[in-house]
């Protein structure tokens, strides 16, 4: 049981927009910055999102980020088929002082 | 070009000992906080641990405390990962990432670490 909470899966149509939930506490999302990381099978992880809404160089502006409370967002406009990989959230937990990841997204353009 | 590239994974028996090593170019590696983040098979990531600069301050996930040891070589651009006492639900794909600010801005392409008998 992943202390950050996402839906297991989402899917749209190509040129579509989807949104991934990440559901945490305060003493995670509600204290500290969110990050989405991308993850394609049998690949390490991609950075996406830092900082809540920050996007690294070369992260298309299709990709963004949002935090309100407790609980961040991870949308995605203009879907491609190449956008299809598994999405986290993670964020540092300040009470369990540990990092913790969601459980991962695994995203279907239809 | 940033690049992080662990080595040392295979099979090993419950309760026998590993050491992974990443090895780090592209960057300072000296100035950044580096971490451990491992995927069992089929499952999502999970946090391991993080050292500091300096390798003088250390954290560790519940699971792992007292049976794995995170340290790093500032003079051999190399982060390593020891691991005793392991067990079956150790068993992962390891990653080496490198931490900018409150995020993993850079990962490695990870090594299995199997543990069964």
């Known amino acids: 049981q992943s202390v950050l909470t996402q839906p297991p899966s989402v899917s749209a149509a190509p040129g579509q927009k989807v949104t991934i939930s990440c559901s945490g506490s305060?003493?995670?999302?509600?204290?500290?910055?969110v990050s989405w990381y991308q993850q394609f099978p049998g690949t390490g992880p991609k950075l996406l999102i830092y900082?809540?809404?920050e996007r690294p160089s070369g992260i298309p502006d299709r990709f963004s980020g949002s935090k309100s409370g407790t609980s961040a967002t991870l949308g995605i406009t203009g879907l491609q088929t190449g956008d299809e990989a598994d999405y986290y959230c993670?964020?540092?937990?300040?009470?369990?002082?540990?990092?913790?990841f969601g459980g991962g997204t695994k995203l279907t353009v239809l | 070009e940033v690049q992080l590239l662990e080595s040392g994974g295979g099979l090993v028996q419950p309760g026998r000992s590993l050491r992974l090593s990443c090895a780090a170019s592209?960057?300072?590696?000296?100035?950044?906080?580096m971490s451990w983040v491992r995927q069992a098979p089929g499952k999502g990531l999970e946090w391991v641990s993080h050292?500091?600069?300096?390798?003088?301050?250390?954290y560790y996930v519940d699971s792992v405390k007292g049976r794995f040891t995170i340290s790093r070589d500032n003079s051999k651009n190399t982060l390593y990962l020891r691991m005793n006492s392991l067990r079956a639900e150790d068993t992962a794909v390891y990653y080496c990432?490198?931490?900018?600010?409150?995020?993993?801005?850079?990962w490695g392409q990870g090594t299995m670490v199997s543990v069964s008998s």
């Open positions: 050292i500091n600069t300096s390798g003088d301050n250390t």
């Open positions: 592209g960057f300072t590696f000296g100035s950044y906080t």
């Open positions: 990432a490198k931490k900018k600010g409150d995020a993993f801005e850079t």
């Open positions: 993670g964020t540092w937990d300040s009470s369990l002082s540990a990092w913790v």
């Open positions: 900082e809540n809404n």
């Open positions: 305060s003493s995670n999302i509600g204290k500290n910055y």
